[in-house]
């Protein structure tokens, strides 16, 4: 019977969290198809951005794996006031190395696009997306930090239900705004830049209502179950 309920609580746990990262590379395929209509330049161009992107993103993915972790092992303590002033720590850090970061990376977006194998016809193209897309990254980085504490402390449907409708606004702007091949690589880094934004809020309401509460800019509230 006690074997039954862990299986039951690990499968609870579990099945939001594969279904969030099978919605986040369908979504993500989805954005290569439609990209690939207008030509192999704009392909090309977003190409270059990834992995600065993600060297940009490493720094918060590792606080993102820290905080679950410190946040999952206060839930086994039950030192609720522990998790909070986790989760207060974390979001403190993670936001002001997401402006120093986010800043540098604008500032010489030219270059690190350059460094990332560039030609004359994506350069331009990969400058412009890249510098959207950075300057809208706080938003993506406050998310991840949220769903990170919500993660550890076993509400993952929060983190599905975010990253879902996200996938799912990304998607909706591509469908209105690819096919302006003047402005496409502008239009995509602005849906980039709205789904995470608009992420944010989303991410707000639904950890008020599933535990986490922004009380003020730097204050989390984090409820144990």
Same mark, same amino acid.
């Given at each position: 019977?006690? +074997?039954?309920?862990?299986? &039951?609580?690990? %499968? ?14 369908? $979504? /993500? ?9 207008? /030509? ?7 190409? %270059?951005?990834?992995?600065? &992107? ?18 999952? @092992? @206060? &839930? #086994? ?5 522990? $998790? ?5 720590? $974390? ?22 696009? &350059?460094?990332? #194998? ?6 331009? %193209? ?6 959207? =897309?950075?300057? /809208?990254? =706080? ?9 990170? /504490?919500? @993660?550890?402390?076993? !509400? ?6 975010? !990253? ?14 690819? !096919?302006? +091949? ?6 995509? #880094? %602005? ?35």
């Amino acid at each position: 019977m006690i +074997k039954n309920k862990y299986w &039951k609580r690990a %499968l609870q746990i579990a099945w939001p969290s594969v279904l969030e990262s099978f919605f986040i590379s369908l $979504a /993500g395929l989805i954005d290569t198809f439609m990209v690939s209509s207008i /030509g192999s330049s704009a392909v090309a161009a977003i190409g %270059l951005t990834t992995q600065p &992107k993600f060297i940009a993103l490493s720094f918060f993915i590792a606080i993102s794996v820290s905080v679950s972790a410190l946040v999952a @092992r @206060r &839930k #086994g303590e039950e030192d609720k006031k522990m $998790a909070n002033q986790t989760m207060v720590t $974390a979001m403190i850090v993670a936001v002001s190395l997401c402006i120093i970061i986010s800043s540098i990376f604008v500032i010489f977006t030219p270059q690190i696009i &350059k460094l990332a #194998g560039s030609s004359p016809d994506t350069h331009d %193209l990969g400058v412009s997306y890249f510098k959207i =897309i950075m300057a /809208g990254m =706080i938003f993506n980085v406050i998310s991840m930090t949220i769903n990170a /504490g919500q @993660r550890g402390s076993g !509400n993952t449907q929060i983190a599905f239900t975010t !990253n879902l409708v996200s996938s799912i606004i990304n998607i909706f702007f591509n469908y209105l705004l690819i !096919n302006v +091949k003047d402005i496409v690589l502008l239009s995509l #880094g %602005l849906k980039s830049y709205s789904s995470s934004h608009l992420k944010f809020p989303l991410n707000d309401d639904f950890t008020t209502k599933f535990g986490i509460s922004m009380r003020a800019v730097s204050y989390t509230h984090l409820t144990l179950p």
